[in-house]
């Protein structure tokens, strides 16, 4: 759920914070005050294009924080942001800011990673499911529609399973199609693989030497030098007169007459031997180190054409050894493919054809699966659009299977043979029509609304927000649009812009957008009510403060707690 929304200039927001529990979550105001603000945040956050025309005059950006709690989302939802390189949850918590200037700057974090808008919008879809005036389309595409019909009857998994299929399938259709070609590209093709694989192989490669070789070319490359250096140190440290382990027993002796004094100077003569046996230490690991140096021209050529070998080799094959040794590996089999290519059509044709039995089969049970689901949803919904006033529509859903001819070259949906459309009948004596042909969007919103309640147990979006669908409707309809969302915030975090006093009464917390001028400047604002407060905004929204508008926006309330 969306737990905190923070909002820094944006339109005539300077600074605003605000909490959300879970429930449904009203909000009211008068017209132009600002109520969808909410909505425009949300949609900055979830990775909509930025207007810059509203960042507040006077301010160089806007910006907008959230922090959702994602403990419903499971695995998948941690998986999507492992994908994209952000954050893990700590504690459950998901944070998202975003922040663009007047200059241009659009800037985007998760978890407080950097990041992309394509990542904010992916990630929104698994967030929020926003529903307005214009946002009805979703239910007009027959693939929503069928993945609708299948979240209702809990089809997701046979419907995955199909889809993996219909991906090998895909493969294995690559695989078949590199194997048929003619004659003269065929052997083209056997030549090519046959020297990459033999070129790969006969180099006997390791994936981590290239760091060795390097490192004993440098050594190589410097050994005369390397014994240049090491002699002359080798001579300051004992075989010049005036080397360290000469002037060493000069100070020795000096400090036997001290010690002769000051028999406390002691341990001065005591570090001096130390010193001494670390300086001819020195001497001897130098010595051997030397010894190991060897000018060897031979060997350094050799290394020299090895390194020259692999860098021609990750030129041709891969940035890495690694990745050449992987190309080669991924040569040598397909080689043994081409070498033995009959063989392996006929494997890929067997197993092409024990796939297809396999998605007929799953096929035929997802379509008699979603043809038994049909009466259940159309009823279901039928029955919640006959609460919102449509007492004698009707809603259904028509289904049609195509299956694939044998020969056919046409592509396999991921979700099976099926397609289907929406219908919907709002008057008693008319066919049901395509939801599509609806023209009124207030009847589209109550089904959108209808299906939404049927499905409020099975949609795993946590945050769905409404923003005035209840427009054209009124008297008992609207009660019933409020008790509607008021049941689907049972399972889920609901908000809903209003203009109904009968919608804003069902809320579990209510809060008003107002607008007000100080120092020349208009600034809007937005509190939760209390229990006085929401009578006065309700009765406000009933036409005035009379005496009658507070009883009924009070009876409003009692009747809406009582539901």
């Known amino acids: 759920m969306l737990a905190t929304l923070r909002i820094r200039n944006l339109a005539l927001v ?3 914070t605000l909490e959300f529990p ?12 600002g109520k969808s603000i909410v909505l425009g945040a949300l949609d900055l956050l ?3 294009r930025a207007d810059r025309t509203l960042i507040r005059a006077g301010e160089d950006a806007c910006t907008v924080e959230a922090v959702f709690d994602t403990r419903g989302l499971g695995a998948g939802f941690q998986a999507v942001l492992a994908d994209n390189g952000c954050e893990p949850c700590e504690d459950w918590q998901l944070l998202l800011k975003r922040t663009f200037t007047a200059a241009g700057a659009n800037r985007q974090f998760v978890n407080g990673t950097p990041t992309t808008l394509a990542t904010l919008a992916e990630i929104g879809d698994w967030l929020v499911d926003v529903h307005g005036p214009h946002d009805h389309q979703s239910l007009l595409h027959p693939a929503r529609q069928l993945a609708i019909l299948d979240a209702f009857g809990g089809l997701q998994p046979p419907v995955s399973a199909f889809g993996e299929r219909v991906a090998r399938r895909r493969e294995l259709d690559t695989q078949k199609a590199a194997l048929i070609v003619d004659e003269r590209t065929y052997a083209q093709q056997l030549d090519l693989l046959r020297f990459q694989v033999s070129e790969i192989a006969d180099a006997s490669l390791r994936a981590d030497e290239e760091a060795e070789l390097e490192h004993e070319h440098q050594r190589a490359s410097n050994a005369t030098k390397l014994l240049q250096l090491g002699q002359a140190a080798l001579n300051l440290l004992g075989e010049d007169e005036a080397s360290v382990l000469n002037q060493a027993g000069a100070v020795g002796r000096l400090l036997q007459e001290i010690q002769r004094v000051d028999p406390d100077a002691q341990p001065l003569a005591t570090a001096h031997e130390q010193t001494v046996a670390a300086i001819r230490d020195l001497q001897s690991d130098l010595t051997r180190y030397l010894d190991r140096v060897e000018v060897d021209p031979e060997r350094l050529q050799g290394l020299e054409e090895r390194l020259n070998l692999i860098q021609s080799l990750k030129r041709k094959y891969g940035a890495t050894l690694a990745a050449v040794i992987e190309f080669g590996e991924d040569a040598a089999r397909r080689l043994r493919q081409l070498e033995s290519r009959d063989a392996e059509l006929q494997r890929l044709n067997e197993e092409l054809a024990a796939l297809d039995r396999q998605l007929a089969t799953a096929g035929r049970k997802l379509t008699t699966a979603r043809r038994e689901l049909i009466p259940k949803l159309a009823k279901a919904v039928t029955k919640q659009l006959g609460d919102l006033g449509f007492r004698q529509s009707h809603f259904d859903v028509a289904l049609t299977t195509a299956l694939p001819a044998d020969d056919s070259a046409a592509p396999i949906p991921a979700t099976g043979f099926d397609t289907v459309e929406f219908q919907f009948a709002p008057n008693p004596g008319e066919p049901a029509r395509p939801l599509r042909a609806i023209a009124s969007s207030g009847e589209m919103a109550r089904v959108m609304l209808a299906l939404k309640t049927v499905l409020a147990a099975v949609d795993e979006i946590p945050v769905l927000v409404f923003d005035e669908v209840d427009a054209n409707v009124g008297g008992e309809t609207a009660h019933a649009v409020g008790d509607k969302m008021r049941q689907i915030a049972r399972r889920r975090q609901v908000f809903c ?9 069902a809320a579990d917390v209510h809060f008003c957008v107002t607008k007000e001028v100080r ?4 600034a809007t604002h937005m509190q939760r009510l209390g229990d006085g407060d929401r009578v006065t905004e309700l009765a406000r929204m009933l036409g005035g403060q009379s005496d009658a508008a507070r009883r009924h926006a009070q009876a409003l309330l009692t009747t809406a707690a009582a539901r």
């Open 14 to 16: 300077t600074d605003l």
């Open 22 to 33: 879970p429930g449904l979550v009203v909000v009211t105001g008068e017209t132009g005050a």
């Open 46 to 48: 979830l990775g909509a």
């Open 497 to 505: 812009v209003t203009h109904l006093p009968q919608v804003a009464a």
């Open 519 to 522: 120092a020349g400047r208009t």
